[in-house]
T-cell receptor, first 116, second 111 residues
Framework: SAVISQKPSRDICQRGTSLTIQCQVD?????MFWYRQQPGQSLTLIAT?????????ESGFVIDKFPISRPNLTFSTLTVSNMSPEDSSIYLC?????????????FGPGTRLTVL | QKEVEQNSGPLSVPEGAIASLNCTYS??????FFWYRQYSGKSPELIMF????GDKEDGRFTAQLNKASQYVSLLIRDSQPSDSATYLC???????????FGQGTTLQVKP
């Protein structure tokens, strides 16, 4: 499976500020995804990021709050804008490995965000 | 009704026992089913996937799928303390094609 890295691994931010999270993959991938995992909760898909097109956002997530870039097939960024304490979560990127039998997602190490 | 449901646990088993983790899903058109393991403070790690009815074995892990009952399970044989983690069931739903996660079951393996 692909090797995925995220930066930063964790950050503590003040409310009202923005943080950009980077996701780097060691091979070219078509589909990349951004998830949020709130404390004690499961994973919720924020958006799907395909290279060369606008990100597709899930219900409850908007581009103004979570702008995403996907400049090439190995890199994506997620920005958490105008942060509030409710944005404190782990943010995970994943990549899809298309297989003959099924498409499989692999996750990066995550970014732990705390908003004060 | 949640799309993917798991008992949050914790499920506690003694070392060496079989741990049985269960998951139900609502979309009958779902095709692919995944089990991820997540250690505290870490990201989810894929254990295995299954897409056909029946059993699929990989080492100490066995995934079981029953599409008629919309039920998928994960058995861990000879459980070890290192298996203590949260196990996430995930399903690619037929109606959206997206990967939907259950809330996870916390497993505790006691020495």
């Amino acid at each position: 499976s692909a090797v995925i890295s995220q930066k930063p691994s964790r950050d503590i931010c003040q409310r009202g500020t923005s943080l950009t999270i980077q996701c780097q993959v060691d091979s070219q991938v078509t589909m990349m995804f951004w998830y949020r995992q709130q404390p004690g909760q499961s994973l919720t898909l924020i958006a799907t990021a395909n290279q060369g097109s606008e990100a597709t956002y899930e219900s409850g997530f908007v581009i103004d709050k979570f702008p995403i870039s996907r400049p090439n097939l190995t890199f994506s960024t997620l920005t958490v804008s105008n942060m509030s304490p409710e944005d404190s979560s782990i943010y995970l990127c994943s990549v899809e490995d298309p297989g003959l039998l099924t498409d499989t997602q692999y996750f990066g190490p995550g970014t732990r965000l705390t908003v004060l | 009704q949640k799309e993917v449901e798991q008992n949050s646990g914790p499920l506690s088993v003694p070392e060496g026992a079989i741990a049985s983790l269960n998951c139900t899903y609502s979309d009958r058109g779902s095709q692919s089913f995944f089990w991820y393991r997540q250690y505290s403070g870490k990201s989810p790690e894929l254990i295995m996937f299954i897409y056909s009815n029946g059993d699929k074995e990989d080492g100490r892990f066995t995934a079981q799928l029953n599409k008629a009952s919309q039920y998928v399970s994960l058995l861990i044989r000879d459980s070890q303390p290192s298996d203590s983690a949260t196990y996430l069931c995930a399903v690619i739903t037929g109606n959206t094609g997206k990967l939907i996660f259950g809330q996870g079951t916390t497993l505790q393996v006691k020495p």
